[in-house]
């Protein structure tokens, strides 16, 4: 495959009746982080534009990056968010209680990355595979005692695990299903691998609270599609799956839950008045016209002027400025403002593998967070918003010194 590719058709309804409503710029992937010895040289800048389809209401990203580009190393881990690590105990408790699991359950988590969510069920003593395409990260989960199998989830991966195995009780997905190209393939995969009364759950960021909270930054080229719940039954009357239950969780900004089940199994009721309250509200907000993404496009563009007006008056007075979470979102962020170096002294993150690395198409350093009280900066600018409160919680020693704290989403605020 290209580098990149233009995406003409609809993942889900094959329309090309897609409505370009944003463009952020051509900038580097999110977790393009450069090693020092790599700043001097050119980094490969891909456009990222955004699209709601007109049919079938799918926000999906223009151009396409070659998963291999974005994947096959990656350094982000969920395991250093402690909110993160709260979700998949909570996700492991919720599956136990709509499946009963017999003793030899399989579970099995697509996108599984270091193991986190695995590790929940492996220390209550089920049999657990994991499926990533990270070689890095297999070999972390691994050690981490996880079984791992790299490579992306096919129908073909899914056949394999079955015949070394068996199929699954309950089967995972979390922050996946957006990253996927190929979603039909994808389903017809977990239909192969999921046993007859198996549930298979998908969480992933909710368009509807991308567009209401200014969320642009979760707009990244990991992030091939930011579904609505139309999209996605539409998607779901195609393959031998059900959605049985979708329900909306603060996780991220604001996620949705969305329950699956094979069609054969008629046990598990469908919640249909539920399936049908999200859609009652999708349509309330024009989620099939343009406005609400012009409308969204609009006011990210003011925001990016608010935040560099904001920024340059804070540098005048000569306030120092650092940034807290170099997070993918974060290098959406800093790429699409315009803001580097001259504005942040450097960016503070707990993943072991981000520190002593460069940010990526800015190139800020990035140290562990105890920079922060070592050299006391009059601002940090929380860039990883969705764990605000954990992170002002753990640095409660910075605001008791005097520090303050700034958001840029949904507005810029000095908090
Ligand atoms: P976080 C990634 O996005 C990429 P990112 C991916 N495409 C996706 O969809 C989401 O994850 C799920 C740091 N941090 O999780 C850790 C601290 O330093 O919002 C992370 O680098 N201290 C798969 O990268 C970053 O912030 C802390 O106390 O936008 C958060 O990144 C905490 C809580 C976090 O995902
Ligand atoms: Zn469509």
Redesign the pocket.
């Known amino acids: 495959m290209a580098s990149i590719k233009e995406v003409i058709h609809c993942r889900v309804c094959n329309s090309t009746n897609l409505h370009v409503f944003l463009d952020l710029g051509k900038m580097p992937t999110p ?1 393009g982080f450069l090693e020092k010895k790599e700043l001097s040289r050119k980094e490969e800048l891909y456009p990222l534009v955004v699209a709601n389809c007109r049919d079938c209401s799918l926000t999906q990203l223009k151009y396409i990056v070659n998963p291999e580009i974005m994947f096959r190393n990656y350094l ?1 881990i ?1 395991s ?5 690590l709260n979700n998949f105990k909570q996700l492991a408790e919720d599956a136990m209680k709509r499946v009963k699991l017999s003793s030899d359950a399989l579970i099995v988590d697509v996108g599984s990355n270091d193991g986190s969510l695995l590790t929940v069920f492996k220390n209550l003593g089920y049999e657990v595979i994991g499926v990533d395409p990270a070689e890095n990260l297999v070999v972390v989960a691994e050690l981490n005692g996880i079984p791992t199998k790299q490579g992306y989830f096919t129908e073909e991966m899914a056949e394999r695990i079955k015949r070394s195995k068996r199929t699954a009780s309950v089967m995972f997905a979390t ?1 996946v299903f ?2 996927v190209s190929n979603i039909k393939e994808f389903l017809l995969g977990i239909h192969t691998l999921l046993n007859k009364e198996g549930i298979f759950i998908s969480q992933f960021p909710y368009i509807i609270d991308l567009l209401k909270e200014n969320q642009f930054d979760t707009i990244y080229h ?2 091939l599609s930011y579904f609505s719940i139309h999209s996605l039954l539409r998607l779901a009357k195609e393959t031998d799956l059900d959605i049985f239950d979708i329900e909306h969780s603060p996780l ?1 900004g604001g996620s949705v839950k969305v329950y699956w089940k094979k069609k054969e199994n008629t046990k598990l009721p469908v919640k249909t008045k539920q399936i049908q309250s999200f859609l009652a509200e999708e349509k309330r907000l024009g989620l099939f016209t343009d406005k609400p993404y012009n409308e969204f496009a609009k006011r990210v563009k003011k925001l990016r002027i608010s935040t560099r007006q904001r920024m340059d008056e804070l540098r005048k007075k000569g306030k120092s400025i650092v940034g ?7 290098n959406v962020m800093l790429n699409y403002f315009g803001l580097g170096t001259k504005v942040f002294d450097y960016i ?4 072991p593998y ?1 520190q002593g690395k460069y940010t990526p198409g800015t190139h800020i350093p990035i140290f562990a ?1 105890t920079k922060i009280l070592e050299t006391k900066p009059d601002y940090v600018l929380i860039m ?1 918003w ?2 605000k409160d ?2 002002i919680k ?1 640095n409660h020693k910075y605001s008791a010194t005097g520090g303050k704290y700034i958001v840029c989403i949904p507005e810029i605020t000095i908090l």
């Open positions: 977790n982000y969920p250093v968010s402690q909110t993160r922050n957006a990253h990991e992030h991220d807290y979470g170099a997070a993918a979102k974060g503070v993150d707990s993943t981000k967070e990883a969705n764990f954990e992170i753990k």
